[in-house]
């Protein structure tokens, strides 16, 4: 552990908080302190300007991006399948985690999307409670990857999680007031989470034969993480940046995020995959 | 989502892993050695068509260097026997 987590902790100690997840978490303090880690994905062209908050009538086609988004985001208490998805993190952990120390921090990182699960959920009663007790599962292939390898969760994390950073961070700017409320929150622990996969895909990547192993399933991620993204000629895009829900088109946040990984995936040692190799959604 | 279930037990069933029923609420499964019965890890029934043959033969490496599978060895023991050539490069390039 560095000399300054040491301090860290032991302040944490005098104030009578818990060191967390050995020590490292949250993952994103350190990096945020250091500046804002993500680009900037605010709106370039004119549009007009709307707020709505809870409460509000809302145009009905404005009402139809804001639900469709959410039931992408679908990290919701009343979403049984969100719920599914986490009691598969607390098995894989169990079956593939290499040791107490990982399995720790995955807890760390199963508390806070459920945090999320409280925060989104009241997003959702304030919209339609009809809605906040629909289950939807998650309709990208991307959350139904097989995952028989703690590097298939490492990568998992590194690259889906920081999807959701992005999309958050997207939302700093957002038109519909609770959700530019909890973005900032989200975004840090949607990166955060991401730091953590990168945490364990480092020490994977440490050994021969384990980047040997990242290396033969990152295509695998890798298409899958472009693909959430959707395609670069969605005909929705331009209506969800008119209304405000979103700043940026698919292809630019797309290009952003790869910059973003890329960069990562290098400094580990990897060999990043043809774009387009495995993808479904360009 | 049977059709999607059913091709993706059929992908997996000649490395000897078996698909369980449902391991969480809806949508996601348990993935066990038909052997001995150990968990291996999970998948989910949202993948399109063609995806689960694909992946699981792109995994083939790994199982037979056993960087994927059981401890018990079935997954190796089953990649060796579906491409004895594959299996032998895949160990050396692995070592």
Not at chain 1, 105 to 129: C, T
Not at chain 2, 69 to 81: D, L
Request: proline letters at 5%; one cysteine or more; charged letters at 30%.
């Amino acid at each position: 552990m560095a000399s300054g987590n040491m301090i860290e902790d032991e302040r944490d100690s005098e104030r009578g908080e818990r060191v967390r997840g050995g020590g490292l978490w949250p993952f994103w303090t350190q990096i945020y302190a250091e500046g804002d880690p993500l680009p900037d994905l605010s709106c370039k062209v004119d549009r007009p300007e709307y707020n709505f908050d809870e409460g509000d009538d809302l145009p009905e086609d404005y009402r139809g991006l804001l639900m469709k988004m959410l039931r992408h985001e679908g990290e919701r208490a009343g979403n049984k399948s969100f719920l599914g998805l986490m009691g598969t993190c607390i098995e894989v952990a169990e079956t593939l985690a290499p040791d107490a120390a990982a399995r720790l921090i995955k807890s760390e990182y199963l508390a806070e999307e459920l945090k999320h699960a409280i925060m989104f959920h009241r997003i959702a009663v304030g919209l339609d409670p009809d809605f906040a007790l629909r289950d939807v599962p998650y309709a990208h292939y991307a959350f139904h990857l097989p995952k028989e390898t703690w590097a298939d969760d490492a990568l998992f994390h590194f690259l889906i999680d920081l999807n959701g950073a992005f999309h958050a961070r997207d939302w700093r700017e957002s038109s519909y007031v609770p959700l530019r409320k909890i973005s900032r929150t989200v975004e840090r622990d949607e990166f955060g989470h991401s730091e953590m996969g990168y945490h364990f895909l480092r020490a994977i990547c440490a050994e021969r034969r384990g980047r040997a192993l990242a290396q033969t399933l990152l295509p695998k991620w890798y298409a899958a993480a472009l693909d959430m993204f959707g395609r670069s000629d969605s005909p929705n895009t331009p209506r969800f940046i008119q209304w405000g829900l979103k700043g940026v088109g698919n292809s630019e946040i797309r290009a952003a995020y790869k910059t973003y990984v890329d960069r990562k995936l290098v400094a580990l040692g990897l060999d990043l995959p043809d774009e387009r190799q495995g993808r479904r959604f360009l | 989502m049977s059709a999607i279930l059913d091709e993706i037990r059929a992908a997996y069933q000649p490395l000897g892993v078996a698909v369980e029923g449902v391991a969480t609420y809806g949508t996601y499964y348990r993935l066990r050695c038909a052997r001995c019965g150990a968990a291996l890890g999970c998948v989910g029934d949202r993948l399109l068509p063609g995806m689960a043959r694909e992946l699981v033969d792109g995994e083939m490496d790994l199982y037979a260097a056993g960087l994927a599978g059981c401890a018990c060895g079935h997954q190796a023991e089953r990649a060796v026997a579906i491409d004895p050539g594959r299996a032998a490069a895949a160990k050396a390039r692995f070592a």
